[in-house]
Antibody, heavy 129, light 106 residues
Framework: QLQLQESGPGLVKPSETLSLTCTVS??????????WGWIRQPPGKGLEWIGS???????YYNPSLKSRVTISVDTSKNQFSLKLSSVTAADTAVYYC?????????????????????WGQGTLVTVSS | DIQMTQSPSSLSASVGDRVTITCQAS??????LNWYQQKPGKAPKLLIY???NLETGVPSRFSGSGSGTDFTFTISSLQPEDIATYYC????????FGGGTKVEIK
């Protein structure tokens, strides 16, 4: 059963860079059928997609965050990571990682940015001095 | 960017009631629309993909319909365990979520 686990500092100072890692277990991050993604949720608010990555390193980012976001992958560790620079209090949120499972048709499976399943449990990151 | 507008933002209904949530896209997204359930303190869970396909293991009282710009999510008979916030999400052009609908028991 595929599981994802977020890890990283729970407290980041304003103007610094937030760094999180998602460790994938029970499956390979190098599967050609999957994308991997980051989503965040400020306290009491809705969900916001941050960005997604393929095992080859190909990335897609939310245009509203693109200038500050870098997502990378380490296939040797079965991990992918998020860096968000120049953080402010508005970046305080629960950060989730998740898989995007692609789709299968005619006996073959294809990667696609489609839906998130499964999700990690999430990790709260607070931006404060 | 594609904007997703959910309504209502919250609702209160009795056990056994039929509950309907709508999601409107700012442009045609075909059927590239998914629905999630999020219980307090938990990660979201995929319920419906491609507008109307029920994820494996999800109770049949949940259903979805629609295409183009207008979509509907329905709980046919509300149960106490359905108390949660529900989100729609499009994937026609990148990815984006609706604002959520909080469902409470009256």
């Amino acid at each position: 059963q595929l599981q994802l686990q977020e890890s990283g500092p729970g407290l980041v100072k304003p103007s610094e860079t937030l760094s999180l890692t998602c460790t994938v277990s029970g499956g390979s991050i190098s599967s050609s059928s999957y994308y991997w993604g980051w989503i965040r949720q400020p306290p009491g608010k809705g969900l916001e997609w941050i960005g997604s990555i393929y095992y080859s390193g190909s990335t897609y980012y939310n245009p509203s965050l693109k200038s500050r976001v870098t997502i990378s992958v380490d296939t040797s560790k079965n991990q992918f990571s998020l860096k968000l620079s120049s953080v402010t209090a508005a970046d305080t949120a629960v950060y989730y990682c998740a898989r995007l499972p692609g789709y299968c048709s005619g006996g073959s499976c294809y990667s696609r940015l489609n839906w998130f399943d499964p999700w990690g449990q999430g990790t709260l990151v607070t931006v404060s001095s | 960017d594609i904007q997703m507008t959910q309504s209502p933002s919250s609702l209160s209904a009795s056990v056994g009631d039929r509950v309907t949530i709508t999601c409107q896209a700012s442009q045609d997204i075909s059927n590239y629309l998914n629905w999630y359930q999020q219980k307090p303190g938990k990660a979201p869970k995929l319920l419906i993909y491609d507008a109307s396909n029920l994820e494996t293991g999800v109770p049949s009282r949940f259903s979805g319909s629609g295409s183009g710009t207008d979509f509907t999510f329905t709980i046919s008979s509300l149960q106490p365990e359905d108390i949660a916030t529900y989100y729609c999400q499009q994937y026609d052009n990148l990815l984006s979520f609706g604002g959520g609908t909080k469902v409470e028991i009256k």
